[in-house]
């Protein structure tokens, strides 16, 4: 029976291929989209979760928009990784693909009520939708499966030497959800920099053929260069589809199960996961965090995804 999923996403590059792989996996029935403020405005996200939909041909999945700035604290985007559009490299036509005219926590609240079986929420951003709908509805979290995020790192951070950007961008949410009770899975940078989408595995989208393919490798290409530019990688992390990839290939990540803590007031590290792996400070377990990952079947499965949408292009 395919896993009822809610995609919470701020696309960016990365959170565009999981669109595309959580529609084209047949293990996943994609029941809605929600956006939030985070590689850039909300408006560039949610058009860009759009845009996303229409080039791959994805249609009857609400999308809705939510959150354009964070519980407490500034909004910050992340231009220098995802450009002025937040999408930028391929060339957009308009949309086809329209937007819900419902907000995104009423989404949520409609696709779970309506859903026989509890729905997993994916969450691929800040998590300020998600911390904002546990605070609004409270009577709907037995309605929630589990939550399977990207966000936090066991060790370094991208956005300051200790923080990951979706947690760095709303630390106060990611509390929220951690402490909410509620089975998390949590997918952060020690494990997406195991999956590096460099020259080779680009090659491997070029090679499809497919107007659908075009548009990925010109998203990666970009999303390569950017982070040899400001990081000096080989290769762009492709964060967010760890995410649906887990749901789809239990085994494709290994996982430990640990506390995972939010630094909420730290001068130098507001906004870091602190993950106790040894459980020394005696904190109990609340996540389970990823740590090792196939990357070989993790590309298998993107490309798959892509050719899978795509093929009908040819
Ligand atoms: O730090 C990486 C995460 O922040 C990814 O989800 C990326 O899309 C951005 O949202
Ligand atoms: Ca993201």
Redesign the pocket.
Same mark, same amino acid.
């Given at each position: 029976m395919a896993i009822p999923v809610i995609l919470d996403c701020?696309p #960016?590059h990365?959170?565009a291929f999981n669109i595309l792989l959580a529609a084209a996996h047949p293990t996943i029935d994609l029941l809605a989209i929600t956006t939030v403020a #985070?590689?850039q405005t909300l408006e560039k996200t949610t058009l860009n979760a759009r845009r996303v939909c229409t080039v791959a041909g994805i249609e009857g999945v609400p999308i809705a928009a939510g959150r354009d700035r964070p519980l407490h604290g500034p909004v910050r985007v992340?231009a220098s990784i995802h450009g002025e559009s937040g999408l930028d490299g391929p060339g957009f036509k308009d949309p086809t693909v329209p937007l819900d005219r419902r907000d995104a926590l009423t989404l949520i609240r409609d696709t779970l009520l309506a859903h026989p079986r509890p729905v997993t929420l994916v969450p691929? #951003?800040p998590l300020t939708n998600i911390a904002a709908f546990l605070l609004a509805y409270p009577q709907l979290t037995d309605r929630i499966e589990r939550i399977v995020l990207? #966000?936090g790192s066991t060790d370094r951070g991208?956005t300051t030497p200790a923080a990951?950007?979706?947690i760095h961008c709303d630390p106060e949410a990611a509390d929220i959800v951690l402490t909410s009770g509620l089975p998390v899975t949590m997918l952060g940078?020690n494990a997406s920099h195991q999956v590096l989408a460099t020259e080779d595995v680009i090659a491997r989208f070029t090679a499809l053929g497919t107007p659908l393919a075009d548009i990925c490798t010109e998203m990666l290409g970009f999303f390569a260069g950017r982070y040899r530019e400001v990081f000096g990688l080989p290769g762009a992390p492709l964060?967010?589809p760890l995410t649906v990839a887990h749901l789809v290939d239990p085994d494709l990540v290994t996982f430990v199960r640990a506390n995972v803590a939010v630094e909420l007031t730290g001068t130098h590290t507001r906004g870091a996961t602190v993950v106790d792996l040894h459980g020394v400070t005696g904190r109990a377990p609340n996540a389970d965090v990823a740590t090792v990952v196939d990357a070989g079947r993790f590309w298998d499965l993107i490309v798959g995804a892509v050719w899978a949408l795509g093929a009908h292009q040819a």
């Open positions: 701020d #960016g990365d959170d #985070g590689n992340a691929t #951003g990207m #966000g991208n990951e950007f979706n940078l964060h967010d």
